[in-house]
Nanobody, 114 residues
């Protein structure tokens, strides 16, 4: 079983919205904080948001007020609702566990462009 499977990316215009999904292997989901990361072309991967097992969320300053992370404990899913998207949000988005990441998934590409 692949531990992490991201989906939901696509092409969206500036100001638009997307909802990313991450299916997480149960043994990982149950005990770890989960994070969404992104990697833009030529840039290092960076943390976008994370959510603890109890639901406490943290956001990077550059997405605060625009993105919302959530987790569905019944379905072992982590979501990232992205609103008011900007061109600088263009990147491949990944999810992974924190502080012990597992093998990275394929990610899901988000392109914000008019």
């Amino acid at each position: 079983q692949v531990p992490l499977v991201e989906s939901g990316g696509g092409l969206v215009q500036p100001g638009g919205s997307l909802r990313l999904s991450c299916a997480v292997e149960e043994r990982i989901f149950e005990i770890y904080t989960m994070g969404w990361y992104r990697q833009a072309p030529g840039m290092q991967r960076e943390l976008v948001a994370r959510i603890g097992v109890g639901g406490t969320a943290y956001y990077a300053d550059f997405v605060k007020g625009r993105f919302t992370i959530s987790r569905d404990n019944a379905e072992n899913m982590v979501y990232l609702q992205m609103n008011s998207l900007k061109s600088e949000d263009t990147a491949v988005y990944y999810c992974n566990s924190i502080p012990f990441p597992v093998a990275w998934g394929q990610g899901t590409r988000v392109t914000v462009s008019s």
